[in-house]
């Protein structure tokens, strides 16, 4: 993390302006705003004090929080969440920062914060979500990106929030996000803030171990539902990738996200391929669905014990009255038994393009043995399925 310990740097505190929060049974969403009176100076690690107590001032819950960062002279609207011990209303919740009120960090800034567009509420039977773009300023990439939704009702006071996270943001590029999002009233205006985590502004220890991925294919298509494919490679011909992520972001004509899915690939051996694929659908559906774009991520290279790739054979697609599905063989090639491996179907049209597909968790593979697997998929129309299989996790020495 980059910045110098605060205290002595003659900085003002931040100050908690307003802050709300949802129940959700054990479960707190709080959402603050929180200013920082220093124009030049972002607030790293603010921490947060947060009592919960009930109708009769018994605690149902304590809580220390840390802000990863306040941007510099302005507003940052920041959510999180804890739970109460007892399934009991919260009837007050206070919100500190711990005198004296300096952050742990603070880092001289006067650079441009993350800005985000095409903010919007989405309203569905299965929940609400905030969905939008976030835009990267910067000529480099960045990691573990914290958003944040703040919900205001007509008065300009906190009825709501939620957060999320994006695996990363592409140099100068911009990822769209889709966050759950809950509310006591209906809310009549949206906040956002996109900030590091504190993970991500830490890094690597050694930067030469992380790496990109080469995206191979990308493509979606829409059956029943909408699906996403994408195939990706390690282009380190003797380092296994871990970690790897990618970002899939369905959007409608106008360019408004309507849906996002994000995840990581399994354990990509060298100079090798893999797959990930599944549904995209948000609270409005997929009838909108105008296209799809996929990011895949930098992933961390390891010396790993040397291993043959496992193997998907006789990928057979088939429609049914529960939904489609792939058919497949998974083989173990290694030594010993395997567990959890993650089976990615990928569906291909006509002429060859990626139209969606799915996948499953393979719980056990004996050794030279292969195992029946079943992958409900999502997209269309389909000519053909292949599949892709990898560790979720490396085991094994």
Do not use: K
Not at 208 to 228: K, M, N, Y
């Amino acid at each position: 993390m980059d910045g110098q310990p605060a205290r002595g740097m003659g900085i003002q505190p931040p100050r908690i302006l307003q802050h709300g929060f949802v129940q959700q049974a054990i479960q707190v969403v709080f959402a603050v705003v929180i200013e920082n009176p220093n124009p030049a100076v972002a607030l790293d690690a603010v921490q947060l004090r947060m009592v919960a107590r009930d109708a009769d001032g018994a605690i149902l819950a304590a809580y220390e929080h840390d802000v990863p960062r306040v941007a510099p002279g302005g507003l940052t609207y920041y959510c999180g969440e804890f739970y109460v011990r007892i399934n009991r209303p919260v009837a007050r919740l206070t919100v500190q920062v711990p005198s004296p009120g300096l952050p742990r960090r603070a880092t001289p800034a006067d650079h441009t914060p993350f800005t985000t567009s095409l903010v919007r509420l989405l309203r569905g039977d299965a929940g609400s979500q905030v969905t939008g773009l976030v835009h990267n300023p910067f000529t480099r990439p960045f990691e573990a990106m914290l958003v944040c939704v703040v919900l205001f009702d007509e008065a300009e006071q906190i009825v709501g929030g939620g957060f999320g996270y994006l695996p990363g943001l592409a140099p100068a590029g911009a990822s769209a996000f889709a966050v759950m999002v809950y509310a006591t009233a209906r809310p009549s205006r949206v906040a956002v803030t996109a900030m590091e985590t504190i993970s991500g502004m830490l890094g690597p220890s050694d930067a030469s171990q992380i790496a990109t991925l080469t995206l191979l294919e990308q493509g979606w298509g829409r059956g029943r539902q909408a699906g996403f494919g994408v195939i990706v490679a390690n282009p380190d011909e003797r380092r296994t990738m871990l970690a790897a992520s990618y970002l899939a972001a369905a959007f409608d004509a106008g360019g408004g996200v309507l849906a996002v899915r994000t995840g990581q690939f399994s354990a990509i051996l060298p100079h090798s391929r893999a797959a990930a694929a599944g549904v995209l659908s948000g609270p409005v559906g997929d009838a909108a669905v105008a296209h799809v774009t996929v990011q895949a991520f930098a992933g961390m290279l390891v010396d790993a014990p040397r291993r043959r790739p496992f193997s998907v054979t006789s990928a057979a697609y088939h429609e049914s009255p529960f939904g489609p599905r792939v058919t497949c063989r998974l083989a173990n090639a290694y030594d010993d038994p395997a567990s959890g491996i993650g089976v990615v179907a990928i569906l291909r049209d006509q002429a060859g393009a990626i139209v969606g597909g799915g996948m499953e968790r393979a719980a056990f593979a004996p050794v030279g043995r292969t195992v029946p697997i079943e992958v409900d998929v999502a997209g269309g129309p389909v000519d053909r399925a292949e599949g892709y299989a990898g560790e979720l996790v490396i085991t094994g020495a």
